[in-house]
């Protein structure tokens, strides 16, 4: 833990036992925290998000007996067992998108509890969670790929079996050239232990590789990383972006020079190549940036601002014109949030400026907010403003006329009016049964796929497959929904819709012979989001695109039974740039969503 200004950053530390289910520690400074508790034959919890503060109670999480699994470690290309592979557990809220699970790995990976090793025959037994939890299952070993995946995936073969890809040593080979199709000379390809060194014609051949990422290289030409397949060695042709030399002046709107200042194409906006330019003593500076492209140049300094692009086509020297940044003048505000009788909010609260004067400057969000009511904004605009402090459970309160002064600090106090909200009563869960027709055997059973979607929430809730090979998924009462069921191999599949859960009966699938979607993949876009309805407009899926069965290099698919079909594709969960595909689907073809 780390102290800065008043405020603990984040870490991981562990808090060791003092008694019978007693853990403490006392070197924590107050702070909101995750915590996670994991111990032998219980069922490890999602991590607890919670204060710690001396006028607060021990954080409590209460653990439940866990059955275990047991599972194996195989090598992908031999089936053969791997000893001591190291396999993790990491717990992850129901609901999580697909991917989103990974956030936790980090802080699961901090309690040895939650891994277990593989034995002589490759087998491992984890005892901190059972066949229907919500985790993720990681193995790793030296000398292969670490690899992992949701339980509910794994399990859908019957065992948990997690295959790790061999990194055995091999040969690299490859050609290296430049946008024109031409050898680029000099060039070479690093990887983590070797080098290979491009010939005239620019191949190269790399003996003994063993890793999975090498990166390019070749003086003025920006490097690229290149991901290296386990299956082959052959990397093709790689094509290497030319740089080109920029030279300029920064100065000041009065023309005096400005030295030692860092400026640059801005970041974030694709790749910079090397170190931004640094200013000489007569404000003169060169950069490599890439060829054939349009580059703006700014300042690398938050108290000054400017910029000047320059074309593609242009060598002449730029002239970029800077200023002082108003954040330059920036202060700090402070304050402290309580109830009328002086003590601290039980809940979590957001604190937010407003600016009073109807200037340019935006409302700012408080960058901290401490358990003991405490908060802090970091450079904020010199000028009056109206401060506000609301908690979750419904008290608020505000200051108007706060003046925060040029490079100086002001506190402010703020006392908390009203009423506790009533915890809102979540709509109960109901569970229920999903039955495909005909009903598969156990083994056809692994080979299928279940997903609920709430008309109403939108979003897609995969089935889980019981023990006694049911799908089972919860729903909220009162909640219209339809199920989609189909198999990996785009043979079947049929979509069926319900008013309302119902414990008592079954929702029924009639399977049909299947065809399929396939959306073909976007370079640009990393988090595609899939909303799937049929002729009627009925959402059958609506959900991540990486839960769906695909092919690699051709896209993922959605099989479906035959008829009209419409296809929303956006960005993310907010869904972004929505674009709307209808499709035509035939028994045993595919059909592009284009």
């Known amino acids: 833990m780390v102290w800065k200004e008043g405020f603990a950053k984040g870490a991981i530390v562990s808090i060791p036992g003092v008694g019978d289910g007693e853990y403490a520690r006392e070197d924590l400074p107050p702070g909101w925290y995750h915590v996670i508790a994991a111990k032998p034959g219980h069922r490890v919890r999602v991590p607890v998000f919670g204060a710690l503060h001396p006028d607060r109670g021990p954080v409590e999480v209460v653990l439940e007996a866990a059955e275990g699994i047991d ?43 939650l891994t277990a090793k593989s034995g002589p025959d490759g087998s491992f037994r984890v005892s901190v969670a059972g066949a229907e939890d919500s985790v993720l299952l990681a193995a790793s070993r030296d000398g292969y790929e670490p690899h992992g995946g949701r339980l509910s995936d794994l399990l859908r073969k019957g065992r948990v079996e997690i295959a790790l890809r061999p990194l055995a040593a091999r040969t690299l080979e490859g050609r290296m050239l430049d946008a024109e199709g031409a050898p680029v000379a000099g060039a070479y390809v690093r990887g983590s232990d070797s080098v290979a060194n491009a010939g005239p014609d620019g191949r190269f051949r790399m003996e003994g590789f063993s890793g999975t990422l090498v990166t390019a290289f070749a003086s ?48 974030g906006r694709g790749p910079v190549a090397g170190a931004p330019g640094v200013t000489d003593d007569s404000g003169g500076v060169s950069l490599s940036v890439p060829a054939g492209e349009d580059v703006e140049v700014v300042p690398w300094d938050r108290d000054r601002t400017g910029s000047v692009t320059i074309p593609a086509s242009s060598d002449d020297p730029f002239l970029l014109v800077v200023s002082g940044s108003a ?13 009328s009788d002086g003590s601290v909010p039980s809940s979590y609260a957001s604190a937010w400026a407003r600016p009073e004067d109807g200037s340019e400057r935006t409302a700012a969000m408080a960058s901290e907010y401490g358990p003991d009511g405490t908060f802090r904004f970091d450079r904020i605009l010199p000028g009056r403003w109206t401060v506000s402090v609301s908690t979750i459970d419904g008290f608020r ?3 108007a006329g706060v003046v925060v002064p040029p490079k100086g600090t002001v506190d402010v106090v703020i006392r908390l009016e009203g009423t506790a909200a009533p915890t809102e009563k979540p709509r109960p869960q109901v569970d229920i049964e999903v039955r495909p027709l005909p009903e598969p055997d156990e083994d056809d059973a692994h080979r299928l796929k279940a997903w609920a979607t709430s008309w109403k929430a939108s979003r897609s809730v995969e089935s889980q497959l019981s023990k006694e090979g049911r799908f089972r998924v919860s729903m909220r009462e009162e909640e219209a929904f339809a199920v989609w069921v189909h198999d990996f191999e785009g043979r079947r599949a049929g979509v069926a819709t319900a008013d309302a ?3 008592e009966k079954p929702v029924e699938v009639n399977l049909v012979p299947a065809g399929w979607i396939v959306l073909a993949p976007d370079p640009e876009i990393s988090e595609r989001w899939v909303v799937l309805r049929d002729a009627r407009g009925t959402p059958a899926y609506s959900g991540f695109e990486a839960s769906l069965p695909g092919v690699p290099g051709e896209g993922h698919h959605l099989v479906v039974p035959p008829g009209s079909w419409t296809v929303t594709l956006s960005r993310g969960l907010l869904r972004k740039g929505a674009r709307l595909v209808g499709v035509t689907v035939s028994p045993g073809k595919g059909t592009r969503a284009e």
């Open 397 to 399: 309160g505000e200051v």
């Open 501 to 503: 859960p119902s414990t």
């Open 327 to 339: 954040l330059a003048d920036a202060g700090t505000l402070t304050g402290r949030a309580a109830l």
């Open 71 to 113: 599972g194996r470690v195989t090598d992908l290309a031999t089936g053969a067992p791997i000893p001591d592979a190291v396999v993790s557990v990491v717990p992850f809220p129901k609901g999580t998108a697909p991917g989103g699970e990974w956030a936790f790995a980090e802080l699961a990976g901090a309690a040895e509890q």
């Open 220 to 267: 003025g030409f920006l490097h690229e990383a290149i991901r290296v397949d386990a299956a082959t060695g052959d990397l093709g042709d790689i094509v290497l972006r030319r740089l080109r030399t920029l030279r300029g002046v920064v100065r000041e709107k009065d023309g005096t020079p400005v030295p030692g200042l860092q400026v640059g194409p801005p970041t």
